[in-house]
């Protein structure tokens, strides 16, 4: 994690986003990168040390994960080095993306101009510091996200003023966002399920793509995490309204949430009697409706009344496993009847991905529907895991930092999505190496993979598998199966070796009971009935 810091506040860093004019690295890091001669290698070599830095952080990370899930490493040291970590990156220039300014942009078209982002886009206000900076494929996009995290961007740009500050505000935002949902998964599963806390707590504070992707890119996805931990933690106590409103809140800064706010309403209307159930439910929906209704008012009009959510749904992103099937289709279209048909067969694709993922989801919602014994807040919380996943896995559009949407949920989920989870925070934090492909070395430009990422592809069709035959089996979505998978000798770690002095012979018993295993699996030996005090 250390390289990769100082690999981010080198000068002319593969790492950075387009920067604002005169904004460069400084601090402790800068000195460290300028002892270290990083400034003297020209790109490829910035690239290829960039790589060594990211590489050496997904194996470092892996073992962590390994120790953390076997107890190896103390809930302390992974709250210490999450707080150190996102304080050091909140200090780097913009790392990895230029979303923040999408969201300066948005806010400033409220508090400069006093228009509406929904309608208006940054090419209507080209005359503006940021518009050199934002991605050229968002000038000519209207908002795209919820309310509540466009109320932010406003009062962000009022507070501040310079583009280096803008940067860093939401940095903070995220970082104090991060930080949260360590704390709120922390202390809940300390309390659930103890075994499992530090792991917890370390696939969010000690994740690369946390830190360097999502707070060095000042990404808002890590609200909507804190809202699914905090809904999370409401569900534990038995609040389910507010849970409700909690998630409303959360679909208010990206839709996504909506998925978890329906499994939701769909387990506690269905634990009610029959004859309360049209109330519960209409209350349920009014009120979660009405928190994201209260913060969008202002913004409505007939243009655009979905604000946004129609717009987002026609992108798409390399790393998409959806792109395989999007690509497919569009080439049998070309070769059919040219463009024309290749467009209409695109739409097609994206419609099929849709009609997967919505499938998955009302499958996931039947199951909690019809079996009441899977109505608790561990199965609904697996439940959000694997609808978050089904939605997220499939889509024509994934980026990195939507990974943050399923990283409070992972310590409940079984071994494969999981492990899945983890496989892709190593994956993609090696292979996102430059936000600008300008700074690729030339023979790295001309390559374009059509198809997705291998790895995230891979995951997909693992996990889709995985949630097919769990619900046609009707196995609840957080039990441990015991079929050997893969990893499960690396996530067991390495066997403590016994000192010989600590070895003790006990005098034979009368009565030997087996020992009995903890919820975590290791072994509690019980005292043997008939032994010597002495030796119990």
Known sequence: MLAVAVVSATPRSPFFAVLPEGYEPSGPLRWLADLLQL???????????????????????????????????????????????????????????????SYAYYGRIITTYGSNPYVLAPKDFPINSLFHLTWPGWRGTPSVYGPLFTWISAILTVVAKSLPSVITSFQMVTAAASLGTVAIVARLVKRVRPARAVFAAAMIGLNPIVVFHVVGGGHNDMLVAFFIAAALALVFNQRYLWSAVTLALGMSVKATAVIPLVLLIVMVVADTEPGRRRRVLMTYVGVSGGVWLALAIPFLQS??????????????????????????????GRLIGGEPFAEHAQVLARITLLATSTGAVLWIARKLWTKPEWRTPTALAAAWGWALLAVILPAPILFTWYLMWILPLVWVLPKIPRRSMVLLSVFFVVTQLVTESQRLPDGLRSVHLTFGHPVAIAVCIWVGITLYRRLRDDVPFEAE???????????????????RSAVVTLPPATNPVPDRRSSDGHARPRPRTGAPRSAR
């Open 39 to 101: 400034q003297r290698l020209n790109d490829t070599g910035l690239v290829i040390v960039g790589l060594i830095a990211t590489s050496a952080a997904a194996i470092g990370f892996l073992l962590v994960a390994r120790e953390a899930w076997n107890g190896r490493i103390t809930m302390r040291t992974v709250i210490v080095l999450a707080v150190v970590y996102n304080v050091t990156v909140v200090a780097l220039p913009l790392l990895f993306s230029r979303d923040v300014y």
């Open 481 to 499: 199966t015991s079929q050997p998978t893969l990893g499960d000798r690396f996530e067991a770690g390495p066997a403590m070796p016994i000192e």
């Open 303 to 332: 243009i655009n009344p979905t604000l946004g959510l129609m717009e987002v749904a026609g992108h798409d992103s390399w790393l998409a496993p959806g792109q395989i099937l999007v690509h497919l289709f569009s080439g049998i």
